[in-house]
């Protein structure tokens, strides 16, 4: 059996607790995304507990987040279960791996019962696997975040996030530190699709409505809204390679 390292937060999690905690939320993975979700969900008074792989990210959030962090793996019931996921009203997975987001959901609701389940999906193809499955599905962070706070569906959410009559979507793609053809670019230089917009900018916690002379930068959110056949030539204008593959194999 592993052994469980808990870390609190060192400003002390019991005097959190004497709030009245709206809804009792556990998190799937620390990176940028799940760091976000933690600390956003845990300032507006809700029961948080994150489970992180990385004891060094764990530490870090333990010194900062008014959350309980479990350092383990989201797909092992044994670290689900000192989660307490039995009283989890919602389990969001949010890891950079499609695979194991799945995987998480499924357990926390087929051994512990989690009425709603939210995933961040890496690879918009296999969004749909997903809600076949039960889990909600999305890739922005934003829309993750309004799903967790709110009694809306998906589909009411999404909604304000994609015009499926226009064929159009919203997609926010996390720039990454190294390998992007579009840092260091200006805005106007990137060479998007006629069908794509930017709409904003997030870059250290401030969000930038973008014009054309601004740079693009290592670590930045960008959110635009593009045409749905053109979504994977604004990925690639950012990202400089192919979109991933969908999961192979059946459902069942």
Not at 16 to 34: F, L, N
Not at 144 to 151: D, P, V, W, Y
């Amino acid at each position: 059996m592993p052994q469980l390292r808990p870390f609190r937060n060192l400003r002390g999690i019991s005097g959190a607790r004497k709030r009245v905690k709206e809804i009792y939320i556990v998190i799937g993975g620390a990176g940028k995304v799940g760091s976000f979700l933690a600390e956003r969900l845990a300032d507006r008074g809700h029961a948080v507990t994150v489970i992180e792989k990385k004891e060094k990210t764990c530490r870090a959030l333990a010194t900062s987040l008014d959350a309980i962090i479990i350092h383990g793996d989201a797909c092992d019931s044994y670290y689900q279960e000192e989660a307490q996921m039995n009283r989890a009203h919602i389990f969001t997975a949010v890891t950079g791996d499609d695979d194991d987001n799945m995987v998480a959901c499924q357990l926390a609701s087929s051994s512990f019962g989690v009425p709603r389940l939210i995933a961040r999906v890496n690879n918009p193809k296999n969004e749909e696997i997903f809600r076949l499955i039960g889990i909600d599905a999305v890739s922005s962070t934003s829309i993750i975040a309004e799903l967790i706070e709110s009694k809306s569906s998906v589909g009411e959410v999404i909604t304000l996030h994609m015009m499926h009559k226009g064929r159009l979507a919203m997609v926010e793609i996390d720039v990454p530190e190294t390998g992007s053809p579009a840092c260091g670019k200006a805005v106007r230089e990137l060479g998007l699709p006629r069908d794509c917009v930017l709409v904003s900018i997030e870059r250290e916690g401030e969000v930038l409505v973008p014009k054309g002379g601004d740079l693009i930068l290592p670590g930045d959110a960008v959110v635009a809204v593009t045409s749905l056949d053109k979504e994977n030539d604004f990925r690639q204008a950012l990202l400089g390679e192919a979109p991933p593959r969908a999961l192979e194999g059946d459902i069942r």
